[in-house]
C-alpha cells in the first residue's frame, strides 16, 4: 500500500543509491537499519546518560535511552496514524522514519554527558564551537562510515537528515561581537558553520524556499523531541530513586522550597506516595503512556514548506498539563540530581580529562613540526589531518577524535598518556 504522506522530495539522497532489484526496504527502513548496525551506534552503549556508564547494571546509558526514545517516538506516530482525523493508512506519518530518528538523535554526544558538550564547544569555540545535535550531523552526513581514505557519511535521506535537526541556525548567525570588540559564542543550539550545504539540501534552496521561515520543525522532529522529553524526564527519576538520589525526604524537602502550584505539589505528593509503596517504576512507567496519549495532531499554519512536504503541514500539540508535569520531573532532576556533589565532582572530573586530553592532540598536530609528531590518535584520524589545510579544520578533526571516544576510553587514553604506571606496549590501542 503506497503512503501519499511522503513525496520523492523526502525520499531524496544526496547520491543515488544503486538499484537493488532484490531490496524490499523502504528508504526510511534503510537509514535505520543502517543506524542500528552502525559503530556509531553501539559507541552509545559506554556514553553518560545521567550516571557514569558501567558503574551499576540498571542505570540507562545513551544507547539505551536512545532505544526508548524510538520507541515511545514510535509510539506516538503508531498513536495518531489510528487516531487522527487527518490520517489514513494510505496517509500516515512512517514509523520506521520515527524510529530511525529517534535512534541517531544523540549519535553526537561525546564522553562525560553534557559536561563533555560544554568543554569541547569551549574549546572550539573560535573554530566552530561544538554541539551534541550538530555533531549527530556531523556523524550521519559525513563521519558514518571508516574509510582508509577518510570518513564517509551514510547518505541518509533529506527526511532523516531534516529528523534530526533541531536546530537550525549556524553557528555564524548566533555569534555576538559587543562594542568593545569582545565576541560571544553561543553555548548550544546551532549547527556547524561547514554544514550550510546540508541546511541548503534539507531546505531545497533550489526550489527558492525562504530561510526566514525556516525556524521550523518538521513533524517527526517534533515527536522525536517529545519522545526525548518523555523519555529522560520520567526515566531520570526511576533511575535516581534506584540509586538513592531521590527520596521521599529529599523530594519533600525540595518542594517546600520551590513554589509549587496546585498541580505540581499535587504531582510531588502522588510520586512521594509512590516511592514509599515501592511503587515508582510501575507508576513512572505508566506515566510514559500518558505523555503518549497527551499529544493530538493538528494543521500547521501556512509556511514555506507546508507545499512542498506533508513534514511541514502538521504539528504535534502537547497537553499542557502534562507538558507541566515534564518540566517538573525536569526541574526535580536538575535541583536534585545533576546540582549533586557526587554528580558533580564527576562532571567537572571528566571535564578535566577531556581538557587534558585536547590540550595534548592540539600541542602535538598543531604546534609540533610534523617530523616530530607522535602517532596518538588512530591511523584514520591521522589520514584526515594530513588532508587538511587550515587550523580551523584540523581542530575539528581533533575534536571528532576526542567526542566519539566513549568513556572508559576517555579515561584509558587520559592514563596511556599521563599516568606513568599505566599502559604497556601489549594494549589494543
Same mark, same amino acid.
Given at each position: ?83 487522527? %482525523? ?5 496517509? @500516515?506519518?512512517?514509523? $520506521? *522514519? !520515527? /524510529?530511525?530518528?529517534?535512534? &541517531? ?56 537528515? %531534516? ?5 537550525? @541556525?549556524?553557528?555564524? $548567525? *548566533? !555569534? /555576538?561581537?559587543?562594542?568593545? &570588540? ?56 526511576? %533511575? ?19 513554589n509549587l502550584d496546585k498541580e505540581d505539589s499535587e504531582s510531588v505528593h502522588e510520586l512521594i506516595q509512590t516511592i514509599l509503596g515501592a511503587r515508582h517504576e510501575s507508576f513512572l512507567n505508566r506515566q510514559i503512556g500518558q505523555f503518549i496519549r497527551a499529544t493530538h495532531i493538528a494543521k500547521a499554519k501556512e509556511n514555506s514548506f507546508s507545499n512542498i512536504s506533508n513534514r511541514y503541514g502538521f504539528v504535534l500539540e502537547i497537553d499542557p498539563l502534562i507538558q507541566q508535569k515534564a518540566e517538573l520531573y525536569k526541574k526535580l532532576a536538575v535541583d536534585l540530581i545533576f546540582r549533586s556533589t557526587q554528580i558533580q565532582r564527576i ?83
Amino acid at each position: 500500500m503506497k503512503n501519499h504522506f511522503y513525496s520523492p522530495f523526502d525520499f531524496q539522497r544526496k547520491e543515488d543509491l544503486k538499484k537493488n532489484e532484490e531490496e524490499v526496504r523502504s528508504p526510511f527502513q534503510i537509514d535505520r537499519d543502517r543506524i542500528i548496525f552502525s559503530y556509531a551506534f553501539r559507541r552509545l552503549q559506554s556514553k553518560t546518560q545521567v550516571f557514569q556508564s558501567g558503574e551499576y547494571d540498571f542505570y540507562r546509558n545513551r544507547l539505551t535511552h536512545s532505544i526508548e526514545v524510538a520507541k515511545i517516538g514510535r509510539s506516538i506516530a503508531e498513536f495518531h496514524n489510528e487516531v487522527s %482525523d487527518y490520517l489514513s493508512p494510505e496517509f @500516515s506519518i512512517s514509523t $520506521d *522514519l !520515527v /524510529e530511525a530518528i529517534g535512534l &541517531s538523535h544523540d549519535l553526537g554526544h561525546p564522553p562525560f554527558g553534557h559536561i563533555g558538550e560544554r568543554k569541547l564547544n569551549k574549546i572550539m569555540a573560535e573554530f566552530g564551537g561544538f554541539e551534541g545535535n550538530a555533531q549527530t550531523l556531523r556523524i550521519v552526513t559525513q563521519l558514518f562510515y571508516n574509510r582508509p581514505e577518510g570518513s564517509q557519511g551514510m547518505n541518509p535521506t533529506r527526511a532523516l537528515v %531534516d529528523g534530526v535537526m533541531k536546530y537550525k @541556525s549556524l553557528q555564524c $548567525d *548566533l !555569534v /555576538e561581537t559587543n562594542s568593545q &570588540s569582545e565576541t560571544s559564542y553561543p553555548k548550544n543550539h546551532f549547527l556547524y558553520d561547514e554544514d550550510r550545504c546540508w541546511l541548503e539540501f534539507v531546505e531545497d534552496v533550489a526550489s527558492g524556499s525562504q530561510r526566514a521561515q525556516f525556524g521550523l520543525k518538521s513533524l517527526e522532529c517534533q515527536i522525536m523531541d517529545w519522545a526525548d522529553d518523555t523519555a529522560y524526564s520520567i526515566n531520570d527519576i526511576i %533511575d535516581s530513586i534506584q540509586a538513592g538520589y531521590l527520596t521521599p525526604e529529599k523530594i519533600e524537602s525540595w518542594a517546600e522550597n520551590a513554589n509549587l502550584d496546585k498541580e505540581d505539589s499535587e504531582s510531588v505528593h502522588e510520586l512521594i506516595q509512590t516511592i514509599l509503596g515501592a511503587r515508582h517504576e510501575s507508576f513512572l512507567n505508566r506515566q510514559i503512556g500518558q505523555f503518549i496519549r497527551a499529544t493530538h495532531i493538528a494543521k500547521a499554519k501556512e509556511n514555506s514548506f507546508s507545499n512542498i512536504s506533508n513534514r511541514y503541514g502538521f504539528v504535534l500539540e502537547i497537553d499542557p498539563l502534562i507538558q507541566q508535569k515534564a518540566e517538573l520531573y525536569k526541574k526535580l532532576a536538575v535541583d536534585l540530581i545533576f546540582r549533586s556533589t557526587q554528580i558533580q565532582r564527576i562532571e567537572y572530573k571528566g571535564g578535566l580529562i577531556l581538557e587534558k586530553l585536547y590540550e595534548a592532540l592540539q600541542k602535538n598536530y598543531l604546534e609540533s613540526p610534523k617530523k616530530s609528531q607522535l602517532s596518538l590518535i588512530p591511523k584514520r584520524f591521522q589520514v584526515e589531518l594530513a588532508n587538511k589545510e587550515s587550523e580551523r579544520e584540523k581542530m575539528r578533526i581533533l575534536c571528532d577524535c576526542v567526542a566519539e571516544m566513549t568513556d572508559a576510553l576517555a579515561v584509558k587514553t587520559y592514563k596511556q598518556l599521563f599516568d606513568p604506571d599505566f599502559g604497556s606496549i601489549l594494549d589494543i590501542i
